[in-house]
C-alpha cells in the first residue's frame, strides 16, 4: 500500500495576492501572510478554472513529501518528471541491507508466488553475500531482476500545485487501475485549499 506523509506545503496566500499584479489590484488582495482572504480565494477559484494559462500562481505553491510505494508506482510517477524533484532510497544499497520478509513489499495479500518469489532472492542474496566483492556485481544484477514491482521504495518529494491538479486529473477524474494511484488521489483530497486543485482538474476534464 502507498503511504505519503506531509512535511511542508509553502505559503499559500502570496502568490494568489501577486496572481493581483497583472491587472495592477493588488488593493483588493484581503490575505495576510499566513491567512488566505476570502476576496483573494474567490479570484484564486476563477483562475483556476480559466486554465493553466490563468493560474500561473499553482506552480508556486509547492509541497513536500516522504512516498512509500511499490517499485512498479514510481515507474509510473516518472511521467511526471515536468516541474517535480526527489530524494530517494538507493537500490544499490538497499537490496543488500539484509533479508527479505512480506514487510518489504507493497502487498494487499500474501501468495505462494509471491512467497516463492521472496524466498528465491534470500537464496540469491546469499550467494551475494558469500562471493567475492570483485566478483559479485552479476549476481546483484541477478537479484535486482529477481525483485518484483512490489519492493517498496522511499522518495521525499517536491511537487507545484499544478503537477498536483495534472496528476489528480490524469489518475482521479479519469480512474486508474493501480490502487496506488487511488490511495495518492486520496491524499490529494487532504492538502491545504484542495478547492484550487480540484477546480482545475475538474476544469481541465470540461476543455
Known sequence: MLKVKNEWVSNIPVPIKYARL???????????????GENDFTLAKNLCKSGSSHRKFMRQIHVL???????KWWKEYATYKVGTTENSSSMMHTLIDGYFDENDFCFERMTPARQNMIDNANEVLDKYNDAPKDRNYHIWEELNDIIGGGYKYKRIIDLPYEQVANMYFQRKVHPHKMREWHYFADWIETLPYFELIEISARGDKEK
Open 65 to 71: 513529501a516522504l512516498v512509500e510505494a511499490p517499485w
Open 22 to 36: 497583472s491587472h495592477k489590484s493588488l488593493d483588493k488582495s484581503d490575505s495576510t501572510e499566513d491567512k488566505l
